[in-house]
């Protein structure tokens, strides 16, 4: 399985990161311990969502629509 999801900054709420892993518990505890530049920033950082996928493809592309001007007016109205 292939997991989207969106974090949200404990110290900044108007920050988000929308990525995608096979290990959800795992990436999230990444982004904590400064493993990663832009989430460095704005820890700590907690799972507001993610969305499991049974294919790579499908978990790049509706990642990728995330990162749109759309999909993140889409994640906001549910997430």
Known sequence: ??????????NYPDKYYTGMTRRIGHRVREHNRHAHEYSSRF???ELRTYIAFDSKEKAAQF???LKTPSGRAFA???F
């Open 43 to 45: 820890k700590p950082w």
């Open 63 to 65: 990642e990728k629509y």
């Open 76 to 78: 906001k109205r549910r």
């Open 1 to 10: 399985m292939y997991f989207v999801y969106i974090i949200q900054s404990v």
